[in-house]
Every structure is written in C-alpha cells, then in structure tokens.
C-alpha cells in the first residue's frame, strides 16, 4: 500500500523540520544568529494513465500518484536582529548586510555577525580578538593596537583610534575593520560558534569600505533575528502535519487489517 510508504516519508520531514525550529528556538539569545527553515519538494509520481489524443478524442488530464515528499534545502535568513545597547567598546554590530572577518591560529578566514570581541594582550602587544581567539581583520590583517591602551575608538566605517596611557588625545592608528559582502549568502556554510566559510554557491566575497555593507555600531550587538512567536507557530504546525501523517499510516493499516478478515 503506497500509504504507508507516503506517509513514513512526511513524518520523517516533519521531523527535520521540528529539528530546525527546535535550533532556531534553541539560539534566540546567540548573538548574530541567524534562523533557518527547510523547504520541501515532492517525490517522483508513478503514471496510472496517461493523456491520450487521438483525432480530438481521447483523455485531457493524467491519473497519477505521488510517493510523498523529501527535504530539498534548509535555508537561512540573514534578515537583521535588533541592535542592543551595551556601552562596551569592543561591542560591535553592523547595520547592514556585512560581516566581519576573522582569521584563526592556522590563517583560514572566516565570516561572523556576531561583533562581542575582546582585547587580548600578546608581548605587549593588544590585538582584537573573538572569544575563541581568533583575530579580527582590517584591511591589512590582524588588527594590532599597540601597548598600554586606555581607550578605543570606532568609527561608522570601521576606522580604529586608540588613547594610550602616555598620550592625552585619541590618535588614528591607520587600521579600518574590514567588512565584506557575498553575492549569496545563503550559501555560506555554517561550522559553529557563529562562524561562516565561504563556499562556491556564496561566491567570493567583496570587500566593502565605501559602506555599502553597512555602517558598524561600537557599543552594540545584534541579537539573534529568530521571532519565538513565529517558530512557536511553525512548531505546532508541524506538530500537526507529523501527526495527520501518523494518523494515515493507522488509517492504512486498517484498511489492510480489514481486507486480511475478509477470508473469515
């Protein structure tokens, strides 16, 4: 019975579907995240009858039935989060479509929304690094402060001033954060801890000084974009359709429960 089978392929998306609300509910308060929701297709459909012209007679429209349904894609939305006010210096967020970018121990490049950073004191030396450690970049690599820093300051594009101990006025160190656009973002693979990678289906990214990325906000961060209310939807939506596929698969094996007593 070709219910069955339908029906076991809905329940098993529904579940993936489940499964990625269940994330996007899971990181409401991770910063710079970015929800995600899984598209659908239709299986192959087997052709009990097909049309038939002849001579202006025959049969207009097919009989056909389908074998259920499989998960084609999960795709993520880089709509913008609110921007929250946190009045840290190393706080950033960019209004816009940018990211940032961040380099690791072993000089792969990644792309982050997520703008808490912190200073870390290397010989002396203060650099801008994420949590984990990895370097933020400017436009000629990782950002280097210098040595007894007492106050930083970031401009809308990105340009960096530092006060040290020794001096009375804010100085320009001549480094610019650098921020970057990529024609398909939605192509970026994701590898945890809110970094993204660059793949062939988001394209090369292009480096956006002139602002059209979007200006950077110190003292900010952007929350995640996830609505609870919007998934809490989905999630009871989905909840309903894994159930409607389980209550055919019941409904199925009646029908044949009822068929093997026709012999008694």
């Known amino acids: 019975m070709r219910a069955l089978w339908t029906a076991a392929s809905g329940m098993k998306a529904q579940q993936l579907n489940i499964d ?47 074998h259920g349904v499989m998960p084609s894609a999960t795709v993520r939305s880089f709509t913008g989060g609110n921007l929250e006010q946190t009045n840290n210096d190393l706080d950033l967020a960019i209004n816009g479509d940018g990211f940032f970018v961040v380099r690791d121990s072993n000089d792969n490049m990644f792309y982050t929304k997520d703008g808490s950073f912190k200073l870390s004191i290397d010989d002396g030396e203060a650099r801008v690094t994420t949590a984990d450690g990895y370097y933020l970049q400017s436009d000629s690599g990782d950002i280097e402060l210098g040595e007894d820093i007492e106050e930083i300051s970031i401009g809308s594009d ?22 970057v656009k990529f024609p398909n973002p939605a192509g970026l693979e994701s590898i945890g801890k809110n970094l993204f990678q660059e793949t062939m289906a988001s394209g090369e990214y292009t480096e956006s000084f002139e602002g059209d990325g979007g200006e950077v906000l110190q003292g900010f961060l952007e929350s995640s974009n ?15 359709a894994y159930e409607i596929n389980s209550k055919t698969i019941q409904t199925s094996d009646e029908m044949l429960q009822m068929a093997n007593n026709l012999k008694r």
């Open 158 to 179: 990105g340009s960096i001033s530092v006060k040290t101990r020794d001096s009375d006025e804010i100085e320009d160190i001549g480094e610019q954060i650098m921020i």
């Open 20 to 66: 990625t609300i269940s994330n996007n509910l899971s990181n409401v308060s991770t910063t710079g995240f970015k929800k995600q929701r899984v598209e659908f297709k239709d299986l192959m459909y087997e052709k009990l009858r097909t049309t038939d012209f002849n001579e202006g007679e025959g049969k207009p429209v097919n009989l056909e039935v389908g």
């Open 226 to 240: 996830v609505q609870v209310v919007e998934e809490m939807i989905k999630l009871i939506t989905a909840q309903r």
